[in-house]
């Protein structure tokens, strides 16, 4: 069977401060690009993300005008090993983007309370990206 997942991609209004923002502060490697697109494919720790400028001659799958911030009305979340090392890296890198200071949470999920430790960052163009502590590891 197939490994199926995820991989959302998002568009962008400077593809070089969006390669420099995901490489330099969230720790992605390019996995491969087409650079006439404006096109970049990030991995990192088997999380897989695509962007694309709006600007580069691919096809845009574009439903109304891009206006900032983007993606207004969700968040991504994925769960980290090491989430001091990457809120530390934030704070030395880009601590105006960060979003939600780190913090402990507990959710009610079903029967059981779940508690995670997490912060958000908003990248260049406003994507918010939510950075949790597997629940496991606290």
């Known amino acids: 069977m197939a490994n199926l997942k995820l991989v959302p991609e998002l568009y962008c ?23 006439e697109e404006q096109f970049v494919y ?5 999380i897989d993300i695509m962007a694309e400028g709006l ?9 109304q005008k891009m206006q900032k911030p983007f993606g207004r009305g969700v968040n ?6 090491e989430i ?15 979003y939600l200071q780190m913090e402990t949470k507990q959710y009610q999920c079903g029967d059981v309370i779940a508690k995670q430790k997490q912060f958000i960052v908003q990248d260049p163009d406003g994507y918010l990206f939510r950075f949790c502590l597997d629940p496991n590891n606290l």
Do not use: H, M
């Open 76 to 81: 991504f979340q994925w769960d980290v090993n």
């Open 84 to 98: 001091d090392e990457l809120y530390k890296r934030v704070l030395i890198a880009a601590p105006d983007n960060i």
């Open 42 to 46: 990030f991995t990192l720790n088997g």
């Open 55 to 63: 600007d580069g001659v691919g096809r845009r799958w574009l439903t």
């Open 13 to 35: 209004s400077d593809i070089n401060i969006t390669k420099k923002f995901y490489v330099d502060v969230f720790g992605f490697e390019i996995k491969y690009e087409r650079i």
